[in-house]
């Protein structure tokens, strides 16, 4: 049976969430950050080759890395339709979507929590320094990234349901995280509704909801 260790506030909800929708058997770990560096516990960094969050075992294959995770558990799962086949008309549209999650959509995130966490760490001296050039960064790389690839979501979202199409597709499940992040920045405003209305969407599905009592905790994101 596959173990998934799941990390609190982290984006290894989005495998809870994957193998409730499953309704299959798992073995679930929970683990808590370190209290003071809101960093992975040396429990977790054991198990995990990278350190990082998500992780799953199964028998002697540790795997790492949530859109790997994904695929791993639907290949052993080849009937579900979490992924629309080859040659199916959404399939282009799942590709893209999978993929701009982590590749474009928590990179750029990754980039504004970096810049933000630069900011709050430097001696109060340098501050004023850093503020205009981080709001430059942040007004010609970050920001147009993010209005880009949202203005996309948006329409996408306008003709059809899901990010992959028709059905919910495990683009949706490891979009969950970038979206709700943006989302609690308040990065939707009232220019993108239909994103806004995929996160409410998405927090009524049954799968997620079964995923957010096991993992207990007030969000499926890192907040602090
Ligand atoms: N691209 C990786 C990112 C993993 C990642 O950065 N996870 C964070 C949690 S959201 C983590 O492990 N943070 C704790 C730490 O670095 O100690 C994936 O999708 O699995």
């Known amino acids: 049976m596959i173990t998934v260790h799941h ?8 495998v809870l969430w994957l193998f409730e929708e499953l309704g299959v058997d798992y073995e679930l770990k929970l683990y808590e950050r370190d209290p003071i560096t809101r960093l992975a516990p040396a429990s977790y960094k054991k198990v995990s080759p990278l350190g990082t969050a998500p992780v799953i075992s199964d028998g002697d294959v540790v795997l790492a890395e949530s859109s790997a995770i994904m695929e791993y558990v639907l290949d052993l799962h080849p009937s579900e339709t979490l992924r629309p086949e080859y040659g199916s008309p959404d399939r282009a549209r799942f590709l893209f979507w999978f993929h701009a999650s982590q590749g474009s959509m928590m990179a750029v995130l990754l980039i504004d929590l970096l810049l933000g966490m630069i900011e709050n760490k430097s001696p109060f001296f340098i501050k004023p320094l850093l503020k205009p050039i981080f709001k430059l960064t942040r007004a010609s790389f970050s920001e147009p990234r993010m209005k880009a690839i949202l ?7 306008a003709t059809a349901p899901f990010f992959g199409g028709e059905n919910l597709t495990i ?4 979009l969950s995280y970038p979206m709700e992040s943006m989302h609690q920045k308040g990065l939707f405003d009232k220019k993108y509704p239909n994103c806004a209305a995929w996160v409410e969407r998405m927090h009524e599905s049954p799968g997620f909801k079964r995923a957010v009592e096991k993992d207990g905790k007030s969000s499926t994101v890192f907040t602090s």
């Open 151 to 157: 203005k996309r979501a948006e329409s996408d979202l």
């Open 7 to 14: 990390l609190e506030y982290s984006q290894s909800f989005r």
């Open 171 to 174: 683009a949706d499940i490891v």
